[in-house]
Nanobody
Framework: QVQVVESGGGLVQAGGSLRLTCAAS????????MGWYRQAPGKQREFVAT???????NYVDSVKGRFTISRDNAKNAVDLQMNSLKPEDTAVYYC?????????WGQGTQVTVSS
């Protein structure tokens, strides 16, 4: 059974940095894309960043230049380095892994940015 587990959330002041880590396990098939979504209170879940198995990346406009997604295929892991954080980045961040046309989600990790 595939498991996706995130870590690294927390509380940080505006302008600070956090690094989120996500690892997928339990699959005998290779992982295609991995990435992150986030959901702020009272809002819909929104796309943040994605990275393919060939290291092609894509970001939502609001985080470009501040967030960097990277991947370690040997560990089936993906990181999200978040710099210059803003209060509007406050949300629960969810990692996903795409394996054979199925998207597996983690439970989420809370990121809170204080002003």
């Amino acid at each position: 059974q595939v498991q996706v587990v995130e870590s690294g959330g927390g509380l940080v002041q505006a302008g600070g940095s956090l690094r989120l880590t996500c690892a997928a396990s339990g699959s005998r098939f290779s992982i295609n894309s991995m990435g992150w979504y986030r959901q702020a209170p009272g809002k819909q879940r929104e796309f943040v960043a994605t990275i393919t198995e060939n290291d092609r990346t894509n970001y939502v406009d609001s985080v470009k230049g501040r967030f960097t997604i990277s991947r370690d295929n040997a560990k089936n892991a993906v990181d999200l380095q978040m710099n210059s954080l803003k209060p509007e980045d406050t949300a629960v961040y969810y990692c996903y892994a795409d394996i054979r046309y199925t998207r597996y989600w983690g439970q989420g990790t809370q990121v809170t940015v204080s002003s």
